[in-house]
């Protein structure tokens, strides 16, 4: 039976280390903001916001919260953008995915300031990554802002599933780690960071041939597709590290990943949970970074 990766804890440690910072940074007359933007009544965005509302809460961060009907304009959601980028009060923005599809979500999230994109998601801070300059961060145990400032932020999602590893000691160098999602936000950069840790890795999607094929030889597989236990007992090797990204809400309003843990636990040796497995840690690393912005401004 695997163990549990309880990103709960990892996300209670980084919180509390936040937490000083932020203290640190109000003796010097500094209060740290981050800002929240959403759009209309998506179920899992609204779930992530109250998430982060109470963690800044937890961390004496101050949430603006920036709440649009699904009806709001490009224009209206881009003048937003921009009175963030000018509001010294503010250290970070995150907007939350997805957003109506007639808006360019691209060009909302590239009109962030790099500086105060916190959930590394521009094509800036992206593309610094993809060039591996900012891949000096993912070394750093200092996380220093100066670093930050210099490179971007890199994603919180990603970036919290390979603190979560090195957490728990799993050994990602030489190890084969299987990614299944190509997205920007998830996939893709999860599995440029693991290129980084040296893994060998294989990233799949929804045309994949063979899914199961490949996620048998994962020594570390990372599901982040977003389909209600995708993966099961048999489509995984024994003692395989199994990170659970995917976060569905059920019908009946129960959020399930996309692993589905009874069978995959019997023989997994490490497994994160759904709900307490990435989503804690992604919340505590947008902070992390919100944290990381205010005190680059010093
Ligand atoms: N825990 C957290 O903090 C956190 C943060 C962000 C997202 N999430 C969750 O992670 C999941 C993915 O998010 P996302 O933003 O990356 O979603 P997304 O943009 O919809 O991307 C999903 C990816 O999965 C692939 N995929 C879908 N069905 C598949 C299948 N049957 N077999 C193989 N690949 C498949 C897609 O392939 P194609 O590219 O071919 O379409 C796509 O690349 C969602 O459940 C989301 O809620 C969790």
Redesign the pocket.
Known sequence: MAKIMEGKRLAEEIKSNVKQKVEMLGGMGIEVGLALMLVGDNL?SKQYLSATLKACKSTDITPYEYRFPESVSMNELLNTVHAINNDERIHGLLVF?PLPRRINSRKIVNSILPEKDVDGLGSIPIGKFAAEESTLQLYSKQYDPAVTQHLGFLPC?PF?VIRLLEYYNVEIKGKHAVV????L???KPLSLMLLTKEATVTV?????KN?ADITRQADILCA????PN?ITGDMVKDGVVVVD????VLENSHVVG?IDFDSVSKKASLITPVPGG??PV?IAMLLENTVKSAKARI
């Open positions: 899992s995915f999602t919290g299944i999602g190509k997205s936000a998830v996939g799949c999607h929804r045309e994949t899914l982040a597709a977003g389909r995708l990204i995917g976060i569905n996309d990435v989503g992604t």
